[in-house]
């Protein structure tokens, strides 16, 4: 069922103004992403959007400013993501920064409270008598626990990033880049990167105001938090987010990230002086989301705001564990999925258009990375839905989408032609949740398929890789490697460099159980080229030539300091 992806090479893109240093290799990637200039290759701070353009941000300062002069007590409200315990850690801190005397941290259960401010979440926090909530990586989509909380009496700023519905929620402020009509240049950032806006917004109204004569407080230490938060999202890395995550991991490879990030750093086994955003992607992100899709995000968000080194180290030995769980959770239910694929692929030539999976035994926190797996697999839009809790009738699912298929406007879609089927649903293009009733299942399945069968056509549904050519003989070599690794960040929107080629396959083995080791030679190199594809096992005999998809990268394996091929697809030549 996994349908063939065609090989497509970007356009060369000629001239530009570089320095005369710079590599032809690198100077031929950014052209490729549309980059024609040093300034624009690696952003920096100075290059930052100015806060000016950002709607709801005199409102939002106005009511910090008076909580922070009158010692009001602020509850930030994070999320149960990588993005959202970042941005709540960063606000806690920021503010704590900017003068505030009593700020608090809390995060929504995925299990007890569902999705964002929720009523019952507004209810438990009755007990900590808060005076102003400020959300974080959510709230716009949070009407009842918003109109719970002014009912109590309680002022509510959000901060959001996520697409809005039809009807804004009555909060006393609202800063969203995606509001309709806001006139900030970027739609891209994270809500951690929203967060950091208000902050910025907040420290020069109070600058203003003559608050700091000796000198104001130093924010770019948050920005190790913008980073991490900005690539675990997956929101584009424009050039804005681009100056916002370099800045982060240059403080992180310096070794002056917080106590939470450093440890985490450590019990992945990440170098920090190279990290990179494929790093946070791959290794510090997942042990964050872990804590929210298993257990409590409330411990990763301890773990950011930490400044004791052993206890942070403890937090992030736990986190690790909890991560550990989550990939055989995980794999079980991903295997389960297959199973159920291969029983339909016998029925069906091609893969439905779209697909709504649903087992009774899965877990709400992880069906994201299922649908994330078997959308990578098949090259299609999917669903994967679980129990909001054991034995509940209520389903969480949770979508993934496919380039030129946007999800959230198509779960509106359906919501528009079938009122009431879908409880509520939030999101992106590439990533959406809802939740909906049990016994509605099949037909919003029903109602799903249609709308992928009014907007999916063939080019849509033929996965692409992109490449950026062919490399020369003498370009497989450490300088070149390193030179990519550190000319990022590369992330969504701006990808990491592809490139294709033919190779004559020396010998392969298997490693790990499902990682395939290469040996592969390249006309005009005398030395053979190592390479590895993860999760790359096939059960065929090897072949003699090959044509490959792959990354250059660095090996430093054993203190080799060598280079090696990651491979992400290849097919066999004749």
Known sequence: MTPTARIRRREAVAGGDWPAGMLPLLQRVYAGRGV??????????????????????DA????????????????????????????????VRGLR??????????????MTHGYGLSPSLVDELAALEPELLVTVDHGIACHAGIARARAQGWQV???????????????????????????????????????????????????????????????????????????????????????LVGAGLRRLRAGQGSAGLQALIEVAGRD????????????????????????????????LLSDDPAQAREIAATLNEINAERRGVQQQMVDEAQIALAKL??????????????????????????ASRIKDGLHRPVIAFAPAEPGADSLRGSARSIPGFHMRDALAAVDAANPGL??????????????????????????????AAQWLDDSLLQAEWLSDGELLPEEFD???????????????????????????????????????????????????????????????????????????DTDDYQDRRGIQLLVRHWVALP
């Not at 024609?36 to 941000?57: F, H, N, V, Y």
């Not at 909060?171 to 969203?176: E, F, S, W, Y």
């Not at 990290?275 to 409330?298: K, Q, V, W, Y």
């Open 422 to 451: 879908i409880e509520k649903f939030g999101g992106h293009a590439m990533a959406a949740g809802l939740s909906l009733a049990q016994a509605r299942l099949p037909a919003f399945e029903a109602a799903f398929r249609q709308v």
């Open 157 to 243: 700023l959000v901060t959001d990033h996520h697409l809005p519905g039809e009807t804004l929620p009555a909060a006393d402020a609202i800063v969203n880049p995606n509001l309709r009509e806001d006139g900030f240049p970027s739609k891209a950032l994270a809500g951690v990167g929203v967060a950091f806006y208000v902050l910025l917004a907040l420290r020069r109204r109070l600058r203003d105001a003559g608050r700091w004569p000796q000198g104001e407080p130093d924010l770019t230490v948050l920005l190790d938090l913008v980073a991490v938060g900005t690539v675990a999202d997956l929101v584009p890395l424009d050039a804005n987010n681009r100056a």
């Open 478 to 552: 450490r300088v070149h490697a390193e030179a990519l690794r550190d000319g990022g960040p590369w992330g969504q929107g701006f990808p990491e460099p592809l490139f294709d080629g033919e190779f004559e396959v020396i010998d392969w083995r298997v490693v790990g159980g499902k990682h395939l080791k290469f040996s592969l030679r390249l006309p005009g190199r005398a030395q053979p080229l190592g390479a590895i594809q993860f999760g790359g096992w096939r059960d065929q005999a090897r072949p003699r030539r090959v044509h490959a998809v792959y990354q250059l």
């Open 272 to 303: 920090a002086r190279h990290l990179t955003a494929s790093d946070i992607g791959f290794a510090i992100a997942p042990r964050l989301n872990a804590a929210g899709r298993l257990e409590d995000m409330s411990l990763g968000i301890e773990c």
């Open 36 to 57: 024609t200039a040093a300034a624009g290759a690696q952003p920096r701070l100075a290059q930052l959007l100015s806060p000016d353009a950002l709607g709801g941000l």
């Open 345 to 370: 692929a016998a029925l069906e030539a091609d893969p439905p258009l779209a697909l709504c999976l649903f087992d009774a035994e899965w877990h709400p926190g992880v069906v994201g990375l299922v």
């Open 97 to 110: 920064a900017l003068g505030a005397a009593r700020v608090t941290a809390t995060v929504p259960n995925r």
């Open 60 to 91: 939002a300062c106005e009511l910090l400013r008076a909580a922070i002069d009158e010692q009001r007590h602020i509850v930030v409200v994070g999320d149960f993501d990588c993005d959202g315990a970042t941005a709540c850690a960063l606000m």
